[in-house]
């Protein structure tokens, strides 16, 4: 599943920010990428706190990870 910032899909820029489980599955969903995040929470007089930004990081970290293993265990199952 593919996961796009609705924003930059409204603005017609490059919107494609991860995939996530199931990986098969060809649909896509929406979330925002880091530039609007901030503006929204500008416009809303919210100041992203330090917490919330590293809970966003966290979460990327974390994905990013995921897929690492995805691809060691791929290889690793390949050599059997």
């Not at 330090?50 to 199952?77: K, N």
Request: glycine share 8%.
């Amino acid at each position: 599943m593919k996961v796009l910032c609705a924003w930059c899909v409204r603005d017609g820029k490059p919107a494609f920010l991860r995939e996530k489980f199931p990986l098969e599955d060809p649909s896509e969903t929406h979330g925002l990428c880091g530039d609007h995040f901030t503006s929204l929470s500008a416009s809303v007089g919210k100041v992203v706190t330090p917490r919330v930004w590293l809970l966003s990081r966290m979460h990327d970290l974390s994905w990013g990870l995921t897929r690492w293993a995805q691809r060691v265990m791929g290889r690793l199952w390949s050599l059997c």
